[in-house]
């Protein structure tokens, strides 16, 4: 379980997030608790990635909640936050970055491929687990700028893009 100090404009929130699998989440805001499913996402090159190893814990099982030791704001005095509306893509928006340092597996594309967003393209070993890296958007392969046993570093530039639209 992780606890997040967070601020939302002037607003400070205390959330805690226990990872149920790898895309559901239960999270607690004082009171409220939420059920959390990813439907998606995107590797950014900036990302941090923190790996960690909870002990003694099997698949599925539950971690119990740590006794609460603050008082959050309640959920009816939170600001309703507007909906997000897609990024303008920026520097490096055609191309995708290795989120974290390993050893490429293997290459499933070739330059001149149209891909589709969550398309898997390499696969990149890390921490002797294998990550199936995906397109983040729709696309045409330019450039593979790494080979299959190559060993990268976080951040270096797997793929570049043509005709991407995000």
């Not at 002037?10 to 999270?27: G, K, L, N, P, T």
């Amino acid at each position: 379980m992780r606890r997040y100090n967070i601020k939302v404009g002037q607003h400070e929130y205390v959330i805690d997030v226990q990872e149920m699998s790898a895309d559901r989440f239960r999270v607690w805001i004082g009171d409220r608790e939420l059920e959390v499913h990813i439907a998606g996402d995107h590797d950014i090159a900036e990302a941090t990635i923190t790996p960690e190893i909870a002990p003694n814990r099997g698949d599925g099982e539950a971690v119990a909640r740590p006794a609460m030791i603050y008082q959050a704001a309640r959920p009816d005095t939170m600001p309703v936050m507007p909906p997000s509306q897609p990024a303008a893509p920026g520097p490096g928006a055609h191309e995708m970055a290795a989120p974290m340092p390993g050893k490429i597996i293997s290459i499933s594309i070739a330059p001149g491929e149209r891909v589709h967003a969550g398309q898997a393209l390499l696969v990149l070993e890390a921490m002797k687990m294998k990550n199936t890296l995906k397109s983040p958007f729709d696309g045409t392969i330019a450039e593979i700028t790494v080979a299959s046993g190559q060993n990268v570093k976080a951040g270096s530039v797997l793929v570049r893009f043509t005709n991407n639209s995000r």
